[in-house]
């Protein structure tokens, strides 16, 4: 079974892994398991692409995960009011793909509930 883990804040979403196979049919061919993969690949790189930041991507083919977390900011220095403006447009953006991704991986859950589940620890 494919295991999403969701942590975060409230609806923020701060770090998303994703580990195991679907097992939905046999490898190469499990369409759970490419889905799964495409829609983390995307958030990666439309949080960089789309979003503007870079996410920290931990991932081990030998054990089947792939870790996405947004990075913190650093307020090591006052923003200025264009900085502060950026970093909130930023992270707004990083949380419209990361709830928009979310939402795909909901979709496939429901589908295959056999084969994926969610376990949200958002407080």
């Known amino acids: 079974m494919t295991t999403l883990i969701v942590e ?5 979403i701060r770090k998303m892994v994703v580990s195991g196979h679907a097992e939905f049919t046999r490898r190469r ?3 759970v398991c490419a889905a799964v993969s495409i829609l983390i690949t995307t958030c990666v790189n439309a949080l960089e692409t789309v979003a503007g930041t870079k996410p920290d991507v931990w991932q081990d083919e030998k054990i089947a995960v792939i870790a996405v977390t947004l990075p913190r ?4 220095q006052p923003m200025t009011a264009e900085q502060f403006m950026y970093y909130k447009q ?6 419209i793909i990361l709830r928009t991704v979310l939402q795909g991986f909901t979709d496939i859950a429901e589908e295959y509930p056999e084969h994926m589940e969610i376990i ?3 407080k």
Do not use: C
């Open 90 to 95: 930023t992270k707004r953006d990083a949380q």
């Open 8 to 12: 975060g804040t409230g609806t923020n």
């Open 73 to 76: 900011p650093s307020f090591s």
């Open 120 to 122: 949200d620890r958002r």
């Open 29 to 31: 061919r499990d369409i």
